[in-house]
């Protein structure tokens, strides 16, 4: 299945890295808060050095992160992906507004807090009859690091989403935010459903591998 699948792409070795090929940008960003400690927007960090294949750290124990160094090896990893593979219409909620249709599966949570400002996107679709607060709703879901909340314009309608370059941005002490529709490729060779923005887990404390659930907080993960 992994051999079928074209362009850029992110294969998950057992118990091991993932192997990110086709030349996919990997960069950093941050999150940007505040006076209240809220989350509003990214700040985009230099690239890292440009190449055809990265093998990224996945059990968050390697000295050259985000870079595998074979410490997976050492510890005895257990990467075993327990994420749910049924269709993510399966799990969606639908919050209907004027102008906008949300959806939320919480599966893919990763605790980034852009969906709070403001009282929550979900209290603010009570309200998107105003213009201002529906862009800001739709703004909020767009900065969200990961396809738990999606919009469209109508019911059924296709998730309004920025065409963006396939990048992985690598967050302080967090995640991979993987950006642009990359799939990503269990390794018996089943592709999870494809979204342009999720996030991975690194610190390898997920119970929903390979998607990040906000572990790294729980488990103090740091980077070098």
């Not at 940008?25 to 960090?45: K, M, N, Q, S």
């Not at 642009?180 to 999720?198: K, S």
């Amino acid at each position: 299945m992994s051999d079928q699948v074209a362009g850029p792409k992110i294969n998950i070795i057992k118990d091991g890295p993932y192997m990110v090929s086709g030349g996919v940008r990997l960069t950093r960003a941050a999150r940007v808060y505040d006076d209240d400690l809220e989350p509003i927007e990214w700040e985009w960090g230099e690239d890292l050095e440009p190449r055809d294949v990265h093998c990224l750290c996945r059990c968050g124990a390697s000295s050259t992160k985000p870079y595998c160094d074979g410490h997976h090896v050492q510890m005895g990893f257990d990467g075993t992906l327990s994420a749910d593979r049924a269709p993510g219409a399966t799990r969606r909620e639908v919050f209907t507004g004027e102008g906008i249709v949300m959806t939320d599966d919480r599966s893919l949570c990763a605790g980034y807090g852009f969906c709070h400002p403001h009282g929550g996107v979900w209290e603010q679709m009570k309200d998107t009859a105003d213009p201002e607060v529906r862009a800001r709703v739709e703004r909020q879901i767009l900065d969200c690091p990961t396809a738990r909340l999606e919009f469209s314009r109508q019911a059924g309608g296709e998730p309004v989403e920025e065409e963006r370059e396939p990048t992985i941005a690598i967050t302080p002490n967090g995640g991979l935010w993987v950006i642009g529709g990359i799939p990503v490729i269990a390794p018996d060779g089943f592709v999870y459903e494809i979204h342009n923005r999720v996030v991975l887990c690194r610190c390898g404390g997920s119970p929903n591998k390979p998607f990040c659930d906000g572990s790294h907080k729980k488990v103090g993960f740091k980077e070098p």
